[in-house]
């Protein structure tokens, strides 16, 4: 993956050794560096000055002189370890748009988030803000969730190459492209998963008509899904890669796989919308996001319609 600058969300109220430490682990691996960026915003600080502009605009530099104090302590930790690193503090809100814009801002080429966690449940629980950034950020997003990485990791890519989930043609290219370099990279072995549906979405309906014939059909399209699997597996990726090819809905297979294989990263993709329907939650990254419990790095691809 060619990234040069990647945005490092920290919320200083979290725990932030695990997405450092990711985000440190990839800046060497690619030779990039990292802004530390804290969008900092009080709500009881905004409600304690009604009526005193001067003391509100005081208490807001205290507030971010404090972030920065922190933010400089972690910067020069960073530092000692040869990390190209550096930090900004702000105050903003809404979290989604002040990334959005600081993103646009430094050129990014990646954001680096941390998504809430659910300790019992053991998976990430994706915010407002989040589904925002997901929607509306025309770079790549890394979710890291809350599991150790070992020395040797598991990257997947989820791909479709029949397009069944409204994938834009080539997408799935640059999945396996950016799961394969950065398995190269950080380094570990790379999976590529395909869940297909013996009866695509909006055909029930018409099921009584084929049921007769239903082995023959779920053949049939068994079939039509390996062979635009194997095609594209063999104009991207070596011989050595696992595949995993499922017959279930994404929703079902892809947490399944990730759980079973212990996969550390999963490259998936997510369509950027134009109009009113970007505004609903609709594909597959999204419908299965809150259920995977690895990291998550998604591509977005343009909708041409």
């Known amino acids: ?22 985000a ?23 409600g304690s000055y009604w009526f005193d502009k001067e003391g509100l605009e005081k208490a807001h530099r205290g507030y971010l002189q404090g972030k920065r104090a922190w933010l400089n302590g972690v910067i020069g930790a960073l530092q000692s370890e040869g990390v190209a690193v550096e930090g900004f503090v702000e105050w903003s809100k809404p979290l989604h748009r002040a990334v959005l814009e600081r993103a646009e801002h430094m050129h990014a080429d990646l954001i680096m988030i941390q998504a809430e966690h659910h300790s019992v449940m053991a998976r990430a629980l994706f915010t407002n803000s989040d589904w925002h950034l997901i929607r509306e950020s025309q770079i790549p997003l890394w979710f890291v969730h809350e599991r150790e990485w070992g020395d040797h990791l598991s990257v997947a890519a989820a791909v479709d190459p029949l397009h069944a989930h409204s ?41 009584d008509a084929i049921v007769a014939n239903y082995e023959f059909y779920r053949e049939e399209v068994r079939n039509r899904h390996r062979e635009g699997l194997d095609a594209l597996l063999k104009k991207s990726v070596e011989p050595s890669t696992i595949v995993h090819f499922e017959e279930g809905t ?44 690895c990291d998550i790095l998604i591509l977005k691809s343009q909708d041409p319609n």
């Open 1 to 22: 993956m060619n990234v040069a600058k990647i945005l490092v969300v920290i919320d200083p109220k979290k725990e932030s050794d695990l997405i450092l430490t990711r």
């Open 24 to 46: 440190a682990r990839l800046a060497r691996s690619c030779e990039a560096s990292l802004e530390l960026y804290v969008a900092a915003y009080s709500t009881a600080l905004e």
């Open 167 to 207: 994938k834009a043609e080539g997408l799935d290219d640059q999945l396996l492209q950016t799961a394969h370099g950065l398995a190269c990279q950080l380094p570990g072995e790379l999976h590529v998963i395909h869940a297909y549906e013996p009866i695509p979405a909006g055909v029930i309906a018409e099921f």
């Open 250 to 293: 994404p929703e079902r297979v892809l947490p399944q796989i990730v759980n079973e294989e212990n996969i550390d990263m999963i490259v998936m993709g997510a369509m950027s919308r134009n109009g009113l329907d970007k505004l609903f939650i609709g594909n597959t990254a999204e419908r299965v996001l809150d259920h995977l419990r």
